[in-house]
Structures are given as structure tokens and as C-alpha cells.
């Protein structure tokens, strides 16, 4: 989890290959609107991210009941994202926040060809991101460690160390 441009895609996919499991990338259970939204500059409200969660909840509970774990990179950015995600997926769900300053995040968005989610947008999102309460039990990393780095540290959590 974390705001744009932090690495959820590069460690999501980094810890499903180490855990040979699936990967679902977020960004494409957006609806075509709610890209263009974001595309046209305009920040995504609640009443937008409901049903992208719903569908992202849905397809990692199924991937979970079909492979028994899922890597899932999600912005998740609210408490109540993380909830709603939490009681679609059945068998539970933990959270990595990847955290970057301003300046990292604002240069790693300006160098991303072809991605839809501008730079102008990411001060919506730091505004917008809640910093997981104690009973989350979630890992908070920072983000300018090496992916490698990062993926190791999320293993050794998930095996108990």
C-alpha cells in the first residue's frame, strides 16, 4: 500500500515471484472512468473507489481460494479502504506501506512513461493517506531501500522473524 509512484508494483511483484503466487496490480481494476478521471487530473473521490476496492477485494479472495495467497498492490490509502478490502478477502489480508518523501515520489512520477496517474495528483494523496493504526499490524518500510531489500525484509515478517 502507499501513495503513487511509492513501489507497490515493483515489490508486489518482486514477493509473488519469491512466493510463487499470483500478482494483482490495482491500477487495473480502475474502471475506464475513473482513469480518465485521474488521467484529466482530478483526484478520485470515495464514491469512485468503492467499487474499484469491491472488485479488487473480490478478485484476491478469489485468487486466495484458488492458489492460497495472492500479492495484491493497492493504494489502500484510507482505514476504511483497508477495511472493506480485509472483509472481502476471507482468509485475511496484511499490509506493507511503502513510504517515500515528497521530492522522491514527485521525481519517480515525472520519469514514469505512460503511467496515467500525473504528478499533480500526488499531494491529493499524501492528504489523503491514513498511517495504519497499531491493531493494522502493518509494515511500514521506506521506500528508497533497494526492492531487493525490501522483498526480504516482507519475507522474514510473513515467516514469523
Known amino acids: 500500500m502507499g501513495v503513487s509512484g511509492c ?3 515493483t515489490l508486489g511483484a518482486l514477493l509473488a515471484e519469491a512466493l510463487d503466487c499470483a500478482f494483482l ?3 487495473a481494476y480502475h474502471s475506464p472512468e475513473a482513469v ?4 484529466a487530473g482530478h483526484a478520485l473521490t470515495d464514491e469512485d473507489r468503492w467499487p474499484w476496492l469491491d472488485r479488487l477485494g473480490r478478485a484476491a479472495d478469489e485468487a ?5 495467497r495472492v500479492i495484491v498492490a493497492c493504494s489502500a490509502l484510507r482505514l476504511v479502504y483497508r477495511d472493506r478490502l480485509r472483509a472481502a478477502i476471507e482468509a ?7 513510504e517515500a518523501s515528497r521530492n522522491d515520489l514527485v521525481t519517480r512520477l515525472e520519469n514514469r512513461p505512460g503511467h496515467y496517474m500525473p504528478a499533480s495528483l500526488l499531494d491529493s494523496q499524501l492528504a489523503t493517506l491514513e498511517a495504519p493504526l497499531d491493531r493494522e ?3 511500514v518500510l521506506p521506500s528508497e531501500q533497494p526492492p531487493e531489500i525490501l522483498r526480504d525484509s516482507v519475507l522474514r515478517m510473513l515467516r514469523g522473524g
Open 64 to 68: 486466495v481460494c484458488e492458489n492460497g
Open 25 to 27: 496490480e490495482g491500477d
Open 92 to 98: 485475511g489480508a496484511r499490509f506493507v506501506l511503502l
Open 36 to 39: 480518465a478521471k485521474m488521467r
Open 7 to 9: 513501489g507497490k508494483s
Open 137 to 139: 499490524q502493518a509494515v
